[in-house]
């Protein structure tokens, strides 16, 4: 939670207290009511349909929000016959747990799960490098072009990606300067990913935010620009930083043409770009359960890390918007 | 005022904080802009700090963003295969695309999944935060319910949901149907069924993320406005009628038009459940500029796929500069 | 040993994927020695496969000393292969299916050696049919045919017998495959009959049931062009059959987006009756897809109408851009992995007794690449290792050679292939599909890419 280094004393509270504001003014602003009032609360009419409400939404929530992975989870482990022929009998001819030993040995899981998780974390953490330093530097430093690079970063936001995908395969294959192809290395997945001009834009309007005066207050004290960023700037940005990591690691995650086109070879792909492949290799049972642990690590950390999870993906609405 | 003051003397009265020259730094600033401008004056100005900051983004960008996309608007009027060198061809990309009787029931199919997006996938959200935000109890247990399709790895949920559609009379969702008396349906199998069948897989994978974000934003309608409702004696479908949903109009209207510019790149669907088929039932804009540049072995159509491409790009690009004027405004209200 | 049709489905040719290796392959000489660079197997294939080729890598270095053989695992996968042929990091043997051999010799991809296959003197051995796959409309030849394979119905025997027939009499005409169908669907809830429909593997499939029904789906100009036949009565009447065996008898079972990968594997698990597909295929089905080799049967396709059975087979070949020495190198690996054991005892043997030994299928029918009498013979040197149930197989051994092979269309194969998968893919999910308007279309549209 705390990076590395950070101010000491006076000069540490008053940060965390800014810091700590803005979180509670991006999170709670409401008061605890919506529509309904406490009177409306009190009429038995409501008080019949809110009790309606909760059975539809536990039901409702329960049978489409887990329902699937609950059948993923019991036909992970149902032979496959059981599983075409009876697909919601429970285990009618018993339980085969060889299926999940097969998948990992097999499908090599474990393989392709790291290579997943190295795809993130590289994604992850060249996104935030370049949409820190860049964000500092437009909005913080602000050297005169500024408005020049500022510009030209906001301009690729309207351009959707599948127009660099053809040409970026090209850069990928035939690289500048280097002349060494990327494919099938990580660096063709992490780098373009970190030509993210959301990121920068995140970044850039959350440090346009931060109180002036503080870094005044830092530079007539001789800190230089490394400094401010590293012991100012970054712990000020702690919000935004997860914000933007949560949408770094999630599209890593969900990457799927990019990595099907950079990284053919099969020992490097992500699970993502594994599994369609094997699927017609596989057994139905054995699959299955590929796809069941291929779920139940994401889910688990979900489950773990629920509150950053949907902080992030509401608070990224709200910037978003 | 008092900031400065106070975070400049915890700065000073700190033995460990480091403060190398300080006479100079600050000397330094208030001149800098007065002064003739040498490479010494831009170095001590923070000059290479600032190019040092920008270089990632720099070679990042100028590599993997800006070289691309112009490389994108050259290589539309080129013909190329990567074998032979490139030829200038003018507007034929473009006219080659246009004329690909492929091209319409691409755009007329991304349309439908679209259109049908939004008829599924786009109320959904809406009424399940607004019940959710009603309820006072178990409202972390429900938001969690509905992520959880998001924490699915996207293509795990199509695999599995292939594995739904199976369209024999024992597949999962027509054993379901099956229940309730309902003859089996082809699902993916049928021209006809094939696309709403991608559209309700693709609604169930992001309606969770959605949910969360309109809940965020019914959390940030003033009370106030209800209790002003409440005073005019305002009933409870008043109250959302002519609070809530205006109150939402912003966030809505940006969730829309993300969705529509999400759906018109949609590929991951129809590339895995149907690869486009049957018989095109599934080929979306996205998947046809696949098959132009990779689908042929022996070289791709470089040039019509790039030409394609821009062609969406400038539809999506008025779309997403729609979207910033939206949200500049929203902001800042 | 992969099946050349594993490779093929995929999408066809069989490449090297060398990364950026072949910028330094061009005759390296290290402590004295030719490296040579060889394609071996798709990654994924098994310890087994790998151990066999190391046995045969060290026969042929100890018999060449002077060449180090160095094996690349390969896989071709469409986004990837143009670009492996603009870097030139292609290995320096590799092999490709018939189906993309055509364009990539007329792109001059391919090396010529017209003057190799003479003076190895096999030239007026080949099967002439299967030279012409590697021939250039220049006269030359391109490459070294090593295998080849004909189009069969495989049928399961154990659903044969569910359903009351006798496996050991398999349908010999279309209509008799048609009311097998119908029996095994209503006695067993089966698919009675599948066939392929996507990744252009049913547009390959629609032409080997249209040939069989005495279709010629594209007629050869002579001149580098070609006129696409594809809309006529013999496509339509295996368009037809399709859509009578789906809508009217419900004798396909509920899944029409199967592939070469899905509907062998449905195949394996007992799911289908009967399905074409190429001869070769028990190898990857019994290995592969963990199918019984009690079940499986492998008979001819019914040929109606003057109809031919359609192959295939790949070539072994090499980069126009190797040096003289790296060119003769890879002409004896090609000469001494590929071919001697098709033509000399010893080299068939001792192929064979590795690949048993290492638990390989041997012995599964294909066409003969050289004449018929020498397969014939190589046959009986190599029948004590033999271990597929040939008995099962009778109906395609004994009939194989009565029939009239016929190649696949060779200009724009694939893309072509890509057509015809909508009109298998129409029939089978539209029950309103209109044949003739289809049909019509498609022929413009190949026609337009052949013109391109």
Not at chain 2, 215 to 239: M, N, Q, S, T
Not at chain 3, 222 to 246: M, P, Q, V
């Amino acid at each position: 939670m705390t990076a590395t280094s950070t101010p000491t004393g006076p000069l540490k509270a008053k940060l965390s207290a800014i810091v700590r504001r803005r979180e509670k003014d991006a999170t709670d602003t409401g008061a605890d009511r919506g529509v309904l009032s406490e009177h409306d609360r009190k009429r038995p009419s409501v008080r019949v349909s809110t009790t309606a409400i909760h059975v539809f939404l536990f039901v409702g929530l329960v049978v489409a929000g887990l329902g699937p992975l609950l059948w993923l989870a019991k036909a992970a482990v149902t032979p496959t016959q059981d599983t075409l022929t009876q697909p919601f009998a429970l285990w009618p001819n018993g339980i085969d747990w060889a299926n999940l030993s097969q998948a990992w040995n097999d499908i090599h899981i474990d393989q392709y799960f790291l290579n997943t998780i190295w795809v993130a974390a590289g994604s992850w953490f060249f996104q935030l490098l370049v949409a820190t330093t860049a964000g500092y530097a437009l909005s913080i430093l602000r050297p005169r072009y500024a408005p020049v690079l500022n510009a030209l970063v906001l301009a690729t936001l309207f351009i959707p990606a599948v127009v660099l995908l053809v040409p970026l395969y090209l850069t990928i294959l035939h690289p500048p300067v280097i002349d060494v192809s990327l494919l099938n290395t990580y660096w063709a997945v992490w780098l373009p990913a970190a030509a993210n001009a959301f990121n920068i834009l995140l970044m850039k309007r959350f440090f346009d935010g931060l109180p002036r005066e503080v870094f005044e207050a830092a530079r007539t004290d001789g800190a230089g620009p490394l400094r401010m960023f590293w012991s100012i700037v970054l712990p000020m940005s702690k919000p935004i930083l997860g914000v933007v990591s949560v949408f770094a690691v999630i599209a890593a995650w969900k990457d799927f043409l990019w990595p099907l086109l950079v990284l053919p070879d099969p020992a490097v792909q992500p699970l993502s770009v594994r599994l369609p492949a094997v699927q017609s290799q596989t057994e139905l049972d054995v699959f299955l359960a590929a796809l069941a642990i291929s779920t139940l690590i994401p889910v688990v950390l979900f489950l773990i890390f629920q509150r950053l999870f949907l902080r992030g993906a509401g608070l990224g609405g709200a910037v978003k918007g | 005022m008092t900031l400065t003051s106070e975070a400049d003397a915890a700065a000073e009265a700190d033995p460990r904080h480091p403060s190398p020259e300080p006479a100079g730094a600050r000397a330094a600033m208030p001149t800098r802009r007065r002064r003739q401008r040498t490479p010494m004056t831009w170095i001590r100005g923070g000059g290479a700090w600032n190019l040092a900051f920008l270089a990632p983004m720099l070679i990042v960008f100028g590599v993997f963003s800006w070289g691309p996309i112009a490389q994108a608007v050259i290589m539309s009027f080129q013909k190329t295969n990567l074998i032979t060198p490139a030829t200038w061809v003018g507007l034929d990309n473009f006219a080659r695309v246009l004329a690909d009787p492929n091209l319409g029931t691409a755009v007329l199919n991304t349309l439908y999944f679209a259109v049908l997006a939004l008829i599924f996938g786009f109320p959904l959200p809406i009424i399940m935060a607004v019940l959710m935000s009603e309820v006072k109890r178990g409202k972390g247990l429900y938001s969690a319910l509905a992520y959880l399709p998001v924490v699915v790895p996207p293509v795990v949920a199509v695999l599995l949901w292939k594995v739904f559609y199976n369209a024999s009379p024992d597949g999962v969702f027509n054993t379901i149907l099956g229940w309730a008396g309902i003859p089996p349906q082809p699902w993916l199998q049928s021209s006809a069924t094939a696309m709403p069948s991608l559209v309700i897989e693709a609604t169930w994978a992001a309606a969770g993320g959605s949910i969360i974000i309109y809940l965020a934003a019914l959390i940030a309608v003033p009370p106030e406005l209800y209790d002003a409702a409440e005073v005019d004696g305002a009933g409870i479908w008043r109250k959302i009628w002519h609070v809530t949903l205006p109150q939402l109009r912003g966030i809505l209207f940006i969730m829309l038009i993300l969705q529509v510019i999400g759906t018109a790149q949609v590929f991951l669907e129809p590339f895995l459940f149907t690869g486009g088929g049957p018989n095109n039932a599934t080929l979306t804009v996205l998947l046809l500029i696949y098959r132009y540049a990779f689908q042929n072995s022996l070289g791709g159509d470089y040039g019509e796929a790039t030409a394609l491409s821009l062609m969406l790009a400038i539809f999506l690009g008025l779309l997403s500069w729609l979207y910033f004027k939206l949200t500049d405004r929203w902001s800042t209200n | 040993m992969k099946s050349s049709r594993r490779i093929a489905i995929a999408g066809l040719a069989a490449l090297a994927m060398a990364g950026s290796l072949a910028a330094c392959s061009q005759a390296a000489e290290d402590d004295g020695k030719l490296e040579l660079r060889v394609a071996t197997f798709p990654p994924g294939a098994d310890q087994a496969a790998y151990d066999a080729f190391a046995e045969q890598e060290k026969q042929f270095e100890e018999a060449n000393p002077d060449i180090d053989i160095v094996g690349l695992e390969y896989e071709w996968t469409a986004p990837t292969f143009a670009a492996q042929l603009a870097g030139g990091s292609l290995p320096d043997v590799f092999t490709v299916p018939f189906t993309d051999s055509k364009t990539l010799l007329e792109n001059d991809q391919l090396m010529d050696v017209t003057d190799e296959v003479k003076e190895l003197g096999y030239a007026d051995k080949f099967n002439p049919i299967i030279l012409e796959e590697v021939t250039g409309s220049d006269g030359a030849i391109y490459g070294f045919p090593r295998q080849a394979y004909a189009n069969g119905l495989h049928y399961n025997r154990d659903l044969f017998e569910q359903a009351g027939l006798d496996p050991d009499s398999p349908p010999t005409t279309w209509e008799e495959v048609r009311e097998a169908a119908k029996t095994i669907a209503e006695k067993t809830g089966k698919a009675g009959y599948a066939t392929m429909t996507s990744g252009n593997t049913g547009g390959w499939q629609l032409s080997v049931q249209a040939v069989s029904r005495g279709a010629t789906l594209q007629e050869d100009n002579g001149d580098g062009t070609y006129t696409s036949t594809i809309d006529n009565d013999a496509t339509k009447a295996a368009l037809e059959f399709l859509h009578d065996l789906r809508w009217e008898d419900d004798s396909m079972g509920a899944t029409f987006d199967l592939d070469w990968g899905s509907i062998n594997q449905e195949f394996a698990a007992g799911n289908i009756g009967m399905y074409t597909t190429g001869s070769d295929v028990y190898t990857a089905l019994v290995r592969d897809f963990g199918m019984a080799p009690d079940n499986y049967g492998l008979t001819v396709i019914p040929l109606e109408d003057g109809g031919k059975v359609l192959g295939g087979g790949d070539i072994a070949v090499m980069p126009p851009t190797i040096d003289d020495a790296t060119k003769a190198a890879a002409v004896k690996w090609i000469d001494w992995y590929y071919m001697q054991k098709l033509l000399n005892e010893d080299a068939a043997v001792a192929d064979a007794k590795a690949l048993s030994e290492s638990d390989q299928a041997v012995g599964t029918p294909l066409l003969p690449v050289l004449d018929q009498e020498t397969y014939l013979e190589s046959q009986e040197w190599i029948k004590d290792y033999v271990n597929v149930p040939l008995d099962q197989m009778t109906g395609f051994t004994e009939g194989i050679f009565e029939q009239t092979p016929a190649g696949e269309i060779k200009g724009q194969t694939q893309p072509i292939y890509a057509l015809m998968d909508n009109l298998v893919q129409a029939v089978l999910t539209d029950q309103n599909a209109d044949v003739d308007a289809l049909l019509a279309q498609v022929d413009v549209d190949a026609q337009a890419l052949l013109d391109e």
